[in-house]
């Protein structure tokens, strides 16, 4: 399997950006796509969550009310709308796959594969 991500870039504060993630490969293996973000000299923080072809959207606690997960099963695509940024998601972010019974969205361990990040940087 594997993840491009795009769309990161500057942005002003209380703007907008939306990532993508194509998925390509063996994406029958995958059973869930994730975001994660990194910003310097932090752990990697778990965004959002969705799976591929069951209900539900997961998202942690720092971007509830102004993320949105989506997913395009037709493209094999995955994207976050960030809106109301702040300077605190200034961050590398990645996408990631998760295949089935790997346990929970938040958790790194529990995808299999990673995209190459995109930077998204937010001015204040």
């Known amino acids: 399997v594997q993840l491009q991500a795009s769309g990161g870039g500057l942005v002003q504060a209380g703007g907008s950006l939306r990532l993508s993630c194509a998925a390509s490969?063996?994406?029958?293996?995958?059973?869930?796509m994730g975001w994660f973000r990194q910003a310097p000299g932090k752990e990697r923080e778990f965004v959002a969550g969705?799976?591929?072809?069951?209900?539900?959207?997961y998202y942690g606690g720092s971007v509830k009310g102004r993320f949105t997960i989506s997913r395009d099963n037709a493209k094999n695509t995955v994207y976050l709308q960030m809106n109301s940024l702040t300077p605190d998601d200034t961050a590398v972010y990645y996408c990631?796959?998760?295949?089935?019974?790997?346990?929970?969205?938040?958790?790194?361990?529990?995808?299999?594969?990673w995209g190459q990040g995109t930077l998204v940087t937010v001015s204040s």
């Open positions: 990631a796959g998760k295949p089935p019974g790997t346990g929970v969205y938040e958790r790194t361990g529990a995808y299999a594969y």
């Open positions: 490969g063996r994406t029958s293996s995958l059973y869930a």
């Open positions: 969705i799976p591929w072809y069951a209900s539900g959207t």
